[in-house]
C-alpha cells in the first residue's frame, strides 16, 4: 500500500472481519498518520483502540470520518444502520 505521509485514514466496522482489516491498515500506514475508526458496538471499538498500537481515534459516526479522512475502507454488514446513524446524511 502506498501511503501519504501524515494522512489521515478511516476505517468503518470493526467486527470479524474488519478487525483483522483495520489492524492491518493500521500496520501498512506510516506511523505518523492517523487511523479513525467507526464501529457501532462499542465494546468492540474500544477493544481495537486498546490493542492496536498507533495513533488510532474513533468516530461516532460516518460522516465524521468522511470529513476527517483521505482514504476510508469499509467491512460492515449494518448497511442501513450506519447511513441512519447521522440524520444529516
Known amino acids: 500500500m502506498s501511503s501519504a505521509p501524515d494522512a ?14 483495520a489492524k492491518n491498515v493500521r500496520e501498512k500506514i506510516p506511523t505518523s498518520s492517523k487511523l479513525i475508526v467507526c464501529e457501532l458496538v462499542t465494546s468492540q471499538r474500544d477493544e481495537f483502540v486498546k490493542t492496536i ?3 488510532i481515534e474513533t468516530a461516532e459516526c460516518p460522516k465524521e470520518i468522511a470529513e476527517k479522512c483521505v482514504c ?3 467491512d460492515s ?3 442501513g444502520q450506519l447511513l441512519h446513524s447521522d440524520q444529516e446524511l
Open 53 to 55: 498500537e498507533g495513533d
Open 72 to 74: 476510508t475502507f469499509t
Open 77 to 79: 454488514q449494518a448497511g
Open 8 to 21: 489521515t485514514y478511516g476505517f468503518i466496522g470493526l467486527g470479524n472481519m474488519g478487525f483483522g482489516m
